[in-house]
């Protein structure tokens, strides 16, 4: 069973605008943690911010922040103030604690537009 | 502190061949897990190793197969090479039974089957 979803293949925004890409999860584990990384055309995976299954605030990290919503087991991660170097590949992940691996969505694009 | 790196960062072969990909965890990790990642596609698991043990396989076939040394280096040997094994294959390491600790990749290495 898919584990992690992104429903948006590909997500266009504005430079200067936010973004918000989507994330659900499905585990029956009481804790787990929530990861997003970014991937550019170079091929690089970039680790970008976590969040903990029991952290009561939304994850926040420079302009990344995350929006948790533990009872829709969702995840969506916000970009505000997009810019070009954004463009890249966006990927969520999770981390259960008894299965200890690791479990990618497939994607999404995000192209950032001048 | 020096990142994950991977070596060869590309590799050319044909079909029939046998090649070795190589990975260095950053220092105090522990896990180190490989990832093929086809042109424009997601992350597929391939495997997981934590304290010189294989912890976790993907849906790939034994001619995949790798292993982890005393120093927490590991090698992922792809043996009879196909053309629909060239892709990017990315290693990442982290801390092993935290689920808050992110995986940290390495650049990965760009497989070419000719």
């Known amino acids: 069973a898919q584990k992690i979803t992104q429903t948006q293949p590909g997500m266009f925004v504005q430079e200067k605008e936010a973004v918000t890409l989507d994330c659900t999860y499905d585990?029956?584990?009481?804790?787990?943690?929530l990861f997003w990384y970014k991937q550019p055309s170079s091929g690089e995976m970039i680790f970008l911010i976590y969040?903990?299954?029991?952290?009561?605030q939304n994850a926040t990290e420079g302009r990344y922040s995350l929006n948790f919503q533990k009872a829709r087991k969702s995840a969506n991660l916000v970009i505000s103030a997009s810019q070009l170097g954004d463009s890249a590949m966006y990927f969520c992940?999770?981390?259960?604690?008894?299965?200890?691996?690791?479990?990618f969505g497939p994607g999404t694009r995000l192209s950032v537009l001048p | 502190e020096a990142g994950v790196t991977q070596s060869p960062t590309h590799l050319i072969k044909t079909r029939g061949q046998q090649a070795t990909l190589r990975c260095s965890p950053i220092?105090?990790?522990?896990?180190v897990y490989w990832y093929q990642q086809a042109l424009g596609l997601g992350l597929q698991f391939l495997l997981w190793?934590?304290?010189?043990?294989?912890?976790n396989r993907g849906n790939f076939p034994p001619r995949f197969s790798g292993r982890q040394f005393p120093n927490y280096s590991s090698e992922l040997n792809v043996n009879a090479l196909e053309l629909e094994d060239s892709a990017l294959y990315l290693c990442?390491?982290?801390?092993?039974?935290?689920?808050?600790?992110?995986?940290?990749f390495g650049d990965g290495t760009r497989l070419s089957i000719l």
């Open positions: 992940a999770m981390r259960e604690i008894y299965g200890q691996n690791f479990v």
């Open positions: 220092s105090g990790h522990t896990s």
């Open positions: 585990t029956s584990d009481p804790s787990y943690g």
């Open positions: 190793y934590d304290e010189g043990e294989e912890r």
């Open positions: 969040q903990g299954s029991y952290d009561q």
């Open positions: 990442a390491s982290s801390l092993a039974r935290e689920s808050n600790q992110p995986q940290h």
